[in-house]
Every structure is written in structure tokens, then in C-alpha cells.
């Protein structure tokens, strides 16, 4: 089936709603909500909707446990299937404890008073990770929204953290330790402390919006018939900063870092890929029919919906059509 991405497996985790109600984060769970719906469309990424397949933690569900359950379950999935693309996402708070030096997940069973006890450290979800021994891995954390929800003027606070912790982007050192293995990639939505950034819209994260946009085909070009790392990563490191700086007034920076081959991540347009100018013209020169073609050389064409009236060689009606090329030229109505 030209439709169906057979070997990608996913785990998505949007922690939303924290245990410790000042810490919520509702915009993560509407992102992994839309990525699901991106990647298990059969006429855009092609992931089978299934619970073999992808997962989805949000909310009560995104709890540290579940979250290294999953990841435990992409190892079986990955082990029992050679040709594994497995594809984990993270959006949610990302902490660093200045004092120890080590960065922490923040999940929904978090106690505010016990965070290094009660948060997923990187050490627990780089071992995890680990243990998935597919060809293909692409991890991708958006987190540090903290200061994007409190510039977006939706009314609330910024968020107090801990003594000694700061909201971070995950440092180097976990980035290097999350692609040791081969075939590895990691992707986060910002650098340093710069912020991820929420839209004013409220719908998702400037970073997710983007990455939807890229899965969907921007970015690849006429013949692409799957999405790939690359085209990922060129796309998303040249939107998400002018939307950033558009929207939020605010810099924002994606970061890449992978060893591995440019591997698909998912179909582009359910395996029909993009089509070239070339086909784009013969598809719309088959769309339109001409008829009545009269002894004073009216010809009557029928494009859509769109009616369009040639009169002799120099007269041409519009009514309502818009950006039509007739032969060679292009005609257009405002």
C-alpha cells in the first residue's frame, strides 16, 4: 500500500496537565494531538493508526513511568521489526538543576518538592532510549515554553521554578549521549535559554506548527514521495525563527544534531509525493474542456467552475475566474 508508512512507530508524550497545578502545560497536549493527526493521515504521513504502532501520553497519562513504558515498548517494537523508523516527540518542561548540573523531563507526576526524585532525569530516558535498537531514531524535544506562555498575554504568571533550577533547552551533553548509537538523530525546538515559543493563537507551539507544516511537504520538492531528516530540518531552522521574531517578537532557534544517513521519517502526501510543474500543467490542461468553437472563432472554456469566453484572437471574458493562463499568458483578476 503506496498509502501506509509499514515500518514507522511512534510514542508521542504532551505532559498538559501537571499534578502540581501551577506547573500545567495545556498547548503540549494540543501539539502531540496534531502531530498524531498529521502522521496517521493516509494521505499525508501514512503511519498506521494503530495501537501497535503509536502511542499517545497526555495529561494523567504522561507520567514518568508510562513515559519509560512506552519507550520500553518501542524497544520491542523496533526489535521485532528490522526495518523500524521509530519516532519519539517530547512537549513539555525541560529543567536544569544548575547545583548537580543534570537536566530533567518534567511529567505529570511531578512533586514540586521532590523534583530530582519525581522528575524523568536524561540519564533514565537516554538508557531508554538506548534499548531501542532500530536502524532509524528521530527524537524531538520542544520544550522551555514557560516565558512564551507568560509573553503571550493569555493571562498567566511566569512560572516559579525550584531553587537552582532554570528552564533550559537540553544541553549538549544529553544531545551527545541520546545519538551515540548509529542511525540516531535528535531535534529540539530552541537552544540554550531561549524560549519555545507558544503561538498567539494559543492552537500549538510556534515549533510544532512548523514541523507539521514541514511533514506536510514544505520544504521538499516536485518528486519527493517521502519526508526526510533533512527537509525536516532546512524547513523548520528557517520558519520557526521568522515566526518567532514575527509573532512573539522573540529569537528562537532550532538545533539539529544527527550522525546517520537522511533517512524518511514518513510519506509525503500518502506516498504520492509531489508532483512536478511539468504534471502540475498537464493536470490542469486535462481539467479544462473546450467546446463550441464557433465560425467566428469563440471558444468557450470550462475550467472548475471558472467560465471563460474568447472572443476572436484579442477578447477575453473573465466573469469571476481568477489567475488563469490561457497558451502562453497568464491572465489574472482582482
Known amino acids: 500500500m503506496t498509502n501506509t508508512f509499514v515500518h514507522g512507530y ?12 501551577k506547573w500545567s502545560l495545556p498547548v503540549t497536549v494540543k501539539d502531540v494531538q496534531a502531530i498524531q493527526a498529521c502522521l496517521t493521515n493516509p494521505s499525508l504521513c501514512g503511519y498506521i493508526n494503530d495501537n501497535n504502532h503509536i502511542r499517545l501520553l497526555r495529561n494523567a497519562e504522561a507520567t514518568s513511568g508510562n513515559i519509560l513504558n512506552g519507550l520500553n515498548w518501542l524497544s520491542q517494537q523496533a526489535s521485532a521489526d528490522p526495518e523500524a523508523t521509530v519516532l519519539v516527540y517530547y512537549s513539555g518542561h525541560g529543567w536544569l538543576d544548575e547545583f548537580t548540573g543534570k537536566y530533567y523531563l518534567i511529567p505529570h507526576d511531578i512533586v514540586p518538592f521532590n523534583l530530582p526524585n519525581s522528575a524523568l532525569s536524561a540519564q533514565y530516558l537516554t538508557d531508554a532510549l538506548r534499548q531501542i535498537q532500530a536502524k532509524r531514531l528521530l527524537v524531538i524535544i520542544d520544550s522551555c515554553h514557560a516565558e512564551g506562555m507568560a509573553s503571550a498575554k493569555n493571562g498567566q504568571a511566569i512560572i516559579k521554578l525550584p531553587p537552582h533550577f532554570v528552564s533550559i533547552s537540553p544541553p549538549k551533553s544529553l544531545i551527545d549521549d541520546l545519538k551515540q548509537s548509529n542511525g540516531r538523530a535528535v531535534f529540539t525546538s530552541c537552544r540554550g535559554k531561549q524560549s519555545s515559543w507558544i503561538r498567539p493563537d494559543g492552537k500549538m507551539s510556534i515549533y510544532t506548527y512548523h514541523l507539521i507544516e514541514a511533514l506536510q511537504g514544505a520544504g521538499s520538492q516536485s518528486g519527493d514521495t517521502v519526508v526526510r531528516l533533512s527537509q525536516l530540518m532546512n524547513y523548520v531552522s528557517q520558519a520557526v525563527p521568522k515566526s518567532s ?4 517578537h522573540a529569537e528562537q532557534t532550532p538545533f539539529f544534531d544527527f550522525s ?9 502526501n500518502g506516498g504520492k509525493g509531489l508532483v512536478s510543474a511539468e504534471e502540475d500543467a498537464v493536470k490542469a490542461q486535462d481539467a479544462a474542456t473546450i467546446s463550441n468553437v464557433t465560425a467566428d472563432g469563440e471558444v468557450m ?8 469566453t474568447q472572443s476572436g484572437s484579442g477578447n477575453i471574458n473573465i466573469g469571476q475566474a481568477r489567475d488563469i493562463t490561457i497558451g502562453s499568458k497568464a491572465l489574472s483578476k482582482d
Do not use: H, K, M, R
Open 301 to 308: 472554456i470550462i475550467a472548475g467552475n471558472q467560465q471563460v
Open 260 to 268: 546517520t544517513e537522511d533517512f524518511a521519517v514518513a510519506l509525503l
Open 10 to 21: 511512534s510514542l508521542l508524550i504532551g505532559v498538559g496537565e501537571c499534578a502540581y497545578p
Open 245 to 248: 521574531q514575527s509573532l512573539c
